[in-house]
């Protein structure tokens, strides 16, 4: 008869290692600095590219009684520092500069639009106000809790309203609205947001079509959140409270 097999031994079951959960990395804490959200057209353009890109942002409020925010307001800095976003390492302080970061690090947002020849278009076009209209903006200065109808418009700022209704017309028309470039409010119009809160200050006639713009970008949650919080601000800049 054959041997008979040795019995077979069960072999311990090998320990599971004890693998500590993962830790969430810590959240990527962005900071916008502002300065009036009464006056400032920049701290506005910054603030609402960031709301429309989706960012999570922490305010940091400069005060008008800074020296450096007071010459920026009045026009007499050399340059635009505020606002300025800190994300990730980043410090972005040009609001055109803002508009290109945050559609690069959140390109599903929209600011810009998805078709080649329409996002040439709106970098042309956001790149304007950007850079020019400094009769309008010397003339017409950003002032949410003022308004001064009948008031008159100086010659010099008239070609940069022209300019502007222009711009709004073709686009309106061109891409349908009720935004610049479309139904998606996006980079363009957070540009020229501030320019409708001028034109409703000073009471500048629009036509049909530009009126309802306005009424479009005047009707957003972020504007409304925008202008309640200008209308309780205590500060007051004499040069720019104008008695017109």
């Known amino acids: 008869m054959p041997a008979a097999s040795p019995p077979k031994t069960r072999r311990p079951a090998a320990k599971k290692s004890a693998v500590a959960p993962q830790a969430n990395p ?10 009036s959200k009464n006056y400032s057209s920049w701290s506005l353009r910054g603030w609402l590219l960031a709301r429309f890109a989706g ?21 007499l ?25 945050l559609n690069e690090i959140k390109p599903d947002a929209g600011l810009m639009p998805d078709e080649r020849l329409a996002r040439a278009h709106c970098r042309s076009v956001s790149g304007e106000m950007n850079s020019g209209f400094a009769n309008l ?25 022209e300019r502007i209704i222009e711009i709004w017309t073709d686009c309106l028309s061109r891409y349908g609205g009720p935004f610049l470039f479309g139904a998606q409010r996006g980079m363009a119009d957070a540009m020229y947001a501030p ?15 530009c ?10 949650p972020e504007m409304q959140e925008w202008r309640a919080a200008a209308l309780l601000e205590p500060e007051e800049i004499e040069q720019l409270d104008m008695d017109f």
Request: aromatic share 8%; proline share 8%; glycine share 4%.
């Open 26 to 35: 810590p959240a990527i804490t962005a900071e916008l600095t502002l300065s």
């Open 55 to 75: 960012l999570d942002f922490e305010e940091k409020m400069v005060s008008p009684d800074d020296a450096d925010a007071r010459r920026e307001l009045l026009l």
């Open 77 to 101: 800095a050399p340059s635009i520092l505020v606002p300025c976003l800190s994300h990730d390492g980043a410090k972005v302080w040009n609001t055109l500069a803002i508009a290109q970061y």
């Open 137 to 161: 903006r010397a003339s017409l200065p950003m002032n949410l809790k003022g308004h001064y109808p009948g008031h008159k418009i100086w010659a010099g700022a008239r070609p940069d309203i």
């Open 195 to 209: 320019v409708v809160t001028r034109f409703l200050t000073y009471d500048v006639p629009l036509s049909p079509v």
């Open 211 to 220: 009126a309802d713009y306005c009424r479009a970008i005047m009707a957003m």
